[in-house]
T-cell receptor
Framework: DAKTTQPPSMDCAEGRAANLPCNHS???????VYWYRQIHSQGPQYIIH???NNETNEMASLIITEDRKSSTLILPHATLRDTAVYYC?????????????FGSGTQLTVLP | DTEVTQTPKHLVMGMTNKKSLKCEQH?????MYWYKQKAKKPPELMFV???????INESVPSRFSPECPNSSLLNLHLHALQPEDSALYLC??????????????FGSGTQLSVL
């Protein structure tokens, strides 16, 4: 029972913005949206998370729609090192369901 | 130090062998996790330890036996594995709070091959 839907793959030109979409139409009021990425041969790495406001950190920006049914992760200036699988995860703050459960993710390939 | 260290990086074992995977963190985190990842699939949660006590076992077969000797160390003991257990085994740690800032830090994993 997938809580998020992501495109299986995307390409982006180096230096351009990469916009990765995620649908989470059944998200509950107490659930946050988290993004992790996994570069080949490495463990997943936390990127960013949010509840309903847009968020920005040194790695990326997260735009969450007003109805919270979808979000977009933005890498403003993609580099070759951003090639990875990007996972969008919805999780509550407490309870047994708060454990991190990965969906299929999006394979982002940054092209030179 | 935001590193989770896993050893060994690669392991080949026979179905009758006994081996152990090791994981270590020095971030003062009180929760530690084992995930299993098959090729081209997302990581799947196996076990969660909270304050050195097993809090979640996702119906993992008994041939996988986790151990948390102290808050910095996590082991996964392997015995009588099957070829289908071949996978990347990932360890992670976190502060173990209910707050929204809970972030998992992952190691690079142990690539296990069962012959």
């Amino acid at each position: 029972d997938a809580k998020t839907t992501q495109p299986p793959s995307m390409d982006c030109a180096e230096g351009r913005a990469a916009n990765l979409p995620c649908n989470h139409s059944t998200i509950s009021g107490n659930e946050y949206v988290y993004w992790y990425r996994q570069i080949h041969s490495q463990g997943p790495q936390y990127i960013i998370h949010g509840l309903k406001n847009n968020e920005t950190n040194e790695m990326a920006s997260l735009i969450i729609t007003e109805d919270r049914k979808s979000s977009t992760l933005i890498l403003p200036h993609a580099t070759l090192r951003d090639t990875a699988v990007y996972y969008c995860i919805v999780r509550p703050l407490s309870g047994s369901a708060r454990q991190l459960t990965f969906g299929s993710g999006t394979q982002l390939t940054v092209l030179p | 130090d935001t590193e989770v260290t896993q050893t060994p990086k690669h392991l080949v074992m026979g179905m009758t062998n006994k081996k152990s995977l090791k994981c270590e963190q020095h971030m003062g985190h009180r929760a530690m996790y084992w995930y299993k990842q098959k090729a081209k699939k997302p990581p799947e949660l196996m076990f969660v330890y909270s304050y050195e006590k097993l809090s979640i076992n996702e119906s993992v077969p008994s041939r996988f036996s986790p151990e948390c000797p102290n808050s910095s160390l996590l082991n996964l003991h392997l015995h009588a594995l099957q070829p289908e257990d071949s996978a990347l085994y990932l360890c992670a740690s976190s502060q173990d709070t209910d707050g929204h800032n809970e972030k998992l830090f992952f190691g690079s994993g142990t690539q296990l091959s069962v012959l």
